[in-house]
């Protein structure tokens, strides 16, 4: 999930994962391993990534935000998403595949 995370975050700054290698100092390759989730950040990288997308590292590890604001509003989004999803589909989908579709949807 850290990888999807990562990618979701470089997608939605407009970061190539070329630009991002740059921006933490470590190779393209080391970025693509990230978001295939083949190889995790150091410690000093993953405090770089949180520092360049302004996310806590506690969101990058758990995808939990990390503001109250932010606790808010992707409560706020998984309720409506739940609700779409329950009256087109006639069921519901787990929390594990609606919190998958919401680190999609952002990266979208």
Wanted: aromatic fraction near 4%; include cysteine; charge should be positive.
């Amino acid at each position: 999930m850290l990888g999807v995370r990562i990618a979701a975050l470089r997608r939605q700054r407009g970061l190539s994962q070329q630009a991002l290698a740059r921006a933490i100092c470590v190779s393209p390759s080391a970025v693509g391993m990230y978001e295939q989730g083949r190889r995790e950040p150091s410690l000093d990288r993953l405090v770089a990534l949180a520092s360049l997308f302004e996310v806590s590292t506690d969101y990058l590890l758990t995808g939990i935000p990390h503001t109250q604001a932010d606790t808010q509003a992707a409560a706020t989004f998984l309720h409506t998403l739940r609700t779409q999803v329950r009256s087109s589909r006639g069921g519901s989908l787990p929390d594990r595949d609606l919190q998958l579709l919401l680190a999609a949807l952002v990266g979208a």
